[in-house]
């Protein structure tokens, strides 16, 4: 086999990359549940994995964005764009975004593409968030020091029907990471 066919033939056999895109509340375990599932992927599957997390990106490529639902909707379809194209490039983009509108997350799976997106819920009541309150935004947010806080004083509009869901409350993270990669296998796609 010449180098060149060999090639092309390592190329077909490259698998797809697809989007997780995570959303919840703040402190439901999306960060946590991306850094658990990134490592799996890596070393179980020998995958090339990318996290797509709102806060760091909005550190970066979002950080002129506030917290009204137009910056929320536009930060949204900036993380669309890239897992689009990291996903194209068979790359599995964890998108760990809050994400609180049904509107930017139909835009989102038809920007990346209804066969390459998988919107997963991860469902912790407001309280749970609460008392966890990583980053105390809750608390601020219960202050009047934060505006816009979902699940406070804006909205977080659940998934109708997400491909999984995943209670945080019910399971430790390598838990929810079983069951989510359980999902995504019954949903058909390639690890």
């Not at 049904?102 to 009541?125: L, W």
């Not at 977080?156 to 993270?173: K, R």
Request: charged content about 30%; overall charge neutral; hydrophobic content about 30%.
């Amino acid at each position: 086999m010449t180098s060149v066919a060999m090639s092309q033939s390592s190329k077909s056999q490259k698998p797809k990359g697809f989007t997780i895109w995570m959303t919840g509340l703040s402190g439901s375990g999306k960060s946590t549940l991306a850094g658990v599932l990134k490592e799996k992927f890596e070393t179980r599957y020998g995958r090339f994995v990318e996290i797509l997390d709102g806060d760091e990106i909005r550190k970066g490529l979002s950080r002129d964005l506030g917290l009204s639902r137009e910056d929320r909707e536009e930060h949204a379809r900036r993380v669309s764009y890239l897992a689009k194209v990291l996903s194209r490039n068979g790359v599995i983009s964890i998108v760990a975004l809050i994400s609180p509108y049904r509107v930017s997350r139909e835009s989102a799976k038809e920007t990346i593409g209804s066969d390459k997106f998988v919107e997963v819920y991860i469902k912790a009541s407001l309280a749970k968030c609460e008392e966890r309150d990583p980053k105390g935004l809750y608390a601020k947010a219960r202050k009047g020091e934060i505006k816009n806080m979902t699940g406070i004083s804006d909205p977080y509009e659940p998934p109708e029907s997400p491909d999984i869901t995943i209670e945080t409350e019910l399971g430790s993270p390598e838990e929810s990471a079983k069951v989510l990669i359980q999902g995504l296998e019954n949903l058909g796609f390639e690890l």
